[in-house]
Nanobody, 124 residues
Framework: QVQLVESGGGLVQAGGSLRLSCEASRRIFPWYTVYWFRQAPGKEREFVTGINWSGDNTDYADSVKGRFTISRDNARNTVYLQMNSLRPEDTAVYYC?????????????????WGQGTQVTVSS
């Protein structure tokens, strides 16, 4: 089973940027899709974005579209989340997850691996 480790979280002021990384313990197979979810205190985990193996298919939650960008470097077994124009409502623990199916979904079903999460805090 592939293990995922997130990094790059931290404290940033509103309007600032952060880049999160998700490194896999081994090569992720071509039919895997990789995602970022987030969970704020007292709220359910929510879909942020997902990407397929080749990187030519992505999906974003409406709340982050135009501000966040997901990308992947398969040679490094790493997926990135570039977050720009951050808002206080983006504050959450961000989780990386992998699903062994090629289609991108927004519900957290059929996921084979989850990372431990990295905290992102945006101050106003």
């Amino acid at each position: 089973q592939v293990q995922l480790v997130e990094s790059g979280g931290g404290l940033v002021q509103a309007g600032g940027s952060l880049r999160l990384s998700c490194e896999a313990s081994r090569r992720i197979f071509p039919w895997y899709t990789v995602y970022w979810f987030r969970q704020a205190p007292g709220k359910e985990r929510e879909f942020v974005t997902g990407i397929n193996w080749s990187g030519d298919n992505t999906d974003y939650a409406d709340s982050v579209k135009g501000r966040f960008t997901i990308s992947r470097d398969n040679a490094r077994n790493t997926v990135y989340l570039q977050m720009n124009s951050l808002r206080p409502e983006d504050t959450a623990v961000y989780y990386c997850a992998a699903r062994n199916k090629a289609d991108i979904v927004r519900a957290p079903v059929d996921f084979v691996s989850w990372g431990q999460g990295t905290q992102v805090t945006v101050s106003s």
